[in-house]
C-alpha cells in the first residue's frame, strides 16, 4: 500500500484566481478561505481578483498562498486521502502547521500574516535579492558565496538546483562569479532575501508572538525545513523551530530524500503551481508525483489514488 506524503507549497507560484473553484466547490475549502476573511478582510479579494502586482508584495502573498495551500489539503483529506508524512517548503510550513494541528487554523493564519507583514518590512529596510543557481555541487555554490559579505545559499531545492539570497548590491556579481565557475544563474523576481540573516527581525517577532499561542506536537511526522528533521513535541522547540525558519536555509532535498527513506512512494503537492512536484522528480526516481491546486486536479488526484 502507498504511503503518502502531503507537499505545502511555497512563494513563486501565485496567481489571480488561485483556489477559486475550490471555494465554489468543496464546502471543507471553503471554511478555509473564510476563516481567513474572517480575520484579514479583502484577503479574498486579493486572492480571486487581483491585481496581480499586489499578490507578488509577500504580505500579501503569503496569507493568500496558506489559504490555497491548506483549502487543497483540507479538499483532499474531506475526500477521504490523508498523509504519513507532511512538509512545506518555506511559507508552506505554516499551512502544514495548521494541518497538523500544531497550531490552530486561526491562529496559523494570524502567524502567516505576520510572517508575511514582517519579512516584507525586513526586504524594505535591507534591500536584497536571490538568484537560483544550477550546475555546481553545492560546496561550490557555498564556496562562492562565502567570497562575498552578504550572500547566502538559503534553498537546497533538488540536486543541482540551490537558491541563493544576499545584499541586492551583490546579486549581478554573484551571478557572475557563478557564470565564471561553470554554472548557470537567474536571478528570481522575489521582493526581499528571505531565509538569510536579513530576515532576523521577523524571526524576533515571530518568537514573541508564537510564546503567546497553545502549540501542539505533530498529529502526523512533520518535517522542518531548518533542520530537515521531525518537529519536536516540545512546545518551546515548536515555537523556535517555527521562528528560526524564517532566517534559516530551507533543506528541501534532504526532507525528499527521508521521506523516501521512510517507505513515502506518492508525493501529492498541495498550493499554487507545480514548483515542489519538479523538485521531487528530479530529485527521485520511481515515486508517484501528484498536485492540487483546483478542483480539475483534485479529480484528476483522487482519479489516480483510486478515490
Known sequence: MSKIAFLFAGQGAQYVGMGRDLYE???????????????RPGTLATCFEGPGEAL?????????????????????SAAGVMPDAVAGFSLGE????????????????????????????????????????????????ERIAATFNCIYPVNYNCPGQIACAGAAGEIDAFCDAVKAAGGRAVKL??????????????????????????LSAPKMPLYSDYTADLYPGDSEKIAETIAEQAS?????????????????????EVGAGATLSKLVSRTLT???ILHVENAETLRETLAALGK
Open 25 to 39: 466547490s468543496v464546502p471543507a475549502a471553503k471554511e478555509v478561505f473564510d476563516l481567513g476573511e474572517s480575520r
Open 286 to 288: 520511481d515515486v508517484q
Open 56 to 76: 507578488t508584495q509577500t504580505e500579501n502573498t503569503q496569507p493568500t498562498l496558506f489559504l490555497v495551500d491548506l483549502a487543497c489539503a483540507r479538499a483532499l
Open 94 to 141: 505554516i499551512p502544514a502547521l495548521a494541518f497538523t494541528g500544531v497550531l490552530s487554523d486561526a491562529d496559523a493564519f494570524d502567524t502567516v500574516v505576520l510572517r508575511g507583514n514582517t519579512m516584507q518590512t525586513c526586504g524594505e529596510r535591507h534591500p536584497g535579492g536571490m538568484a537560483a543557481v544550477m550546475k555546481l555541487p553545492p560546496e561550490e555554490v
Open 189 to 214: 523576481a522575489v521582493s526581499g532575501a528571505f531565509h538569510t540573516p536579513f530576515m532576523a527581525d521577523a524571526t524576533d517577532a515571530l518568537r514573541r508572538h508564537l510564546s503567546g499561542l497553545a
Open 248 to 268: 534559516r536555509s530551507v533543506r528541501w532535498e534532504t526532507i525528499i530524500r527521508r521521506m523516501a527513506d521512510t517507505g513515502i512512494d506518492t508525493f501529492i
